[in-house]
């Protein structure tokens, strides 16, 4: 238990860090989420069976983008992360990352088969769906560059900067919900995509995003005065720094939590890139559905849930401050995996999947925020710009290659197919994704057992 002075943020820092956490998390999540479903229904939808059956399959070009899009944002972050370190400042990588990413996300809205038909002079309707497929994910992987300069690179290593051992559980409760309310905030939104359409949709967030990065130009201050290295490298040393043996000896503790981070996000990334599909398609879901069957008694237990969990997120970082995150991360654990479980077995009951989910995402939100706060409390404070780099590869990189090609294969074994409005056949992934992901969350208790046995405190 930590005995001792709890240091506080200040205001700014919290409205900064509630800012920039909460914008980036919804560019995050209608990049993984509305991304997929933007090839899934606007880019292949419409296009004949022949340049289907002649370009690249759909779920492979889904598995595809998410891929690439790892591999772009980590090496991004350890560009960024190294120039962040060695210029002693984040604030600028930060708004104008938030300004080029909002541009770029903007841009998403003018990319239809018919434009780059015409961009490219094409008129073969399999290399046009093809060039269409490929203009996407290079976009995206261009539209990463930015979000990891700010958010993944620049955003992350300013927390760690701003906070300590005495409230980093407290602050990443606080971003933990981010992704929750992102989630909301997407989802509502998803009513809106088909009112306005994907155009309006991805101009309209892009702005947003951009606006965030206008205010971040006055109100985000730099906290690096006296955490710089007196050690002195190249820039190549700096970028290799994290790989050395010598380096990965001398902090066995934020490996073994990365290696935990990575196993949870692989599990995470078997189901999540296709939900949105098989919501859809296997559980005959849509948000127009949704929206026309709100009640004002739905919408206040919906108001009061969502303050509740506001409430015992915030309440368990506290706690996990006082009393030491190793109290909750064996039964952080087993929700996701039973929320998981549950999720699979419902596979013909919306109501049941609902509640799966709802388990799932808090084993999730505890995984992350005890998880979270132990790899800022274990990574050196002098070279943070340095292992935001390291984090990706364990929490973006590996994840989003090994989680979507494992999902892919689930669903290609169990795949449910249907005829859509064009007579065109098409495949929607099954629920046991859900069971492999639970299978694969297992396996996080491996290194969670030598990391609980050094112990999670910094000490």
């Not at 479903?37 to 606007?42: A, C, E, I, K, Q």
């Not at 995206?140 to 300013?158: E, I, K, L, P, Q």
């Not at 906070?163 to 998803?190: C, H």
Request: hydrophobic letters at 55%.
């Amino acid at each position: 238990m930590f005995m001792g002075n709890k240091s506080k943020l200040k205001g700014v820092q919290w409205f900064n860090l509630i800012l920039f956490g909460l914008m980036g998390q919804i560019a995050w999540a209608v990049e993984n989420m509305y991304f997929n479903t933007f090839l899934y229904n606007s880019v292949y939808n419409g296009a004949t069976q022949t340049a289907i059956n002649g370009s690249i399959d759909v779920m492979d070009a889904i598995s595809r983008m998410v891929a690439f899009s790892a591999v772009a944002a980590v090496v991004t972050t350890f560009i960024m992360g190294v120039l962040s370190d060695r210029v002693n400042s984040r604030k600028w990588f930060i708004s104008i990352g938030y300004i080029l990413w909002g541009i770029i996300t903007a841009c998403f809205g003018f990319i239809t088969r018919d434009n780059v038909a015409l961009l490219f002079h094409l008129s073969n309707e399999v290399k046009i769906l093809t060039a269409t497929v490929v203009t996407v994910i290079v976009m995206d992987c261009v539209m990463t560059f930015m979000g990891s300069t700010s958010n993944d690179s620049a955003f992350n290593a300013w927390v760690t900067d701003i906070t300590d051992v005495t409230n980093r559980a407290t602050t990443e409760s606080v971003l933990t919900l981010m992704p929750v309310f992102a989630m909301v905030i997407v989802m509502a939104m998803g009513g809106f995509v088909g009112a306005i359409g994907y155009p309006a949709f991805f101009i309209a967030l892009g702005s947003v995003v951009a606006l965030c990065g206008i205010i971040g130009i006055f109100t985000v201050k730099d906290s690096r005065a006296q955490k710089v290295s007196a050690e002195k490298q190249s820039f190549f040393a700096e970028f290799i720094y994290g790989f050395k043996p010598s380096v990965v000896k001398t902090n066995k503790n934020l490996y073994l939590s990365l290696c935990a981070m990575a196993i949870f996000n692989i599990a995470y990334q078997v189901f999540f890139p296709y939900i949105f599909i098989y919501l859809q398609h296997s559980l005959d879901f849509t948000f127009d559905k949704l929206l026309a069957g709100i009640t004002p008694k739905m919408i206040i237990i919906a108001v009061v849930c969502l303050v509740a969990l506001v409430a015992g997120i915030i309440s368990l970082g506290r706690l996990m401050d006082k009393f030491g995150k190793d109290k909750f991360i064996y039964a952080s654990i087993l929700l996701f995996i039973a929320g998981l479980v549950i999720t699979g077995i419902n596979d013909k009951s919306l109501a049941g999947f609902g509640i799966g989910m709802l388990i799932t995402m808090a084993g999730y939100g505890c995984f992350m925020i005890l998880l979270g706060a132990t790899i800022r409390d274990f990574t050196p404070e002098d070279k943070t710009g340095m292992f935001q780099g390291i984090r990706m590869i364990f929490m973006v990189l590996l994840p989003m290659v090994i989680g979507p090609v494992i999902g892919k294969e689930i669903c290609k074994i169990s795949a449910i197919t249907y005829t859509n409005e064009y007579d065109v056949v098409q495949s929607a992934p099954g629920a046991v994704m859900f069971f492999a992901a639970a299978a694969v969350g297992a396996l996080i208790f491996l290194p969670v057992i030598f990391l609980k046995k050094n112990g999670l405190k910094k000490s």
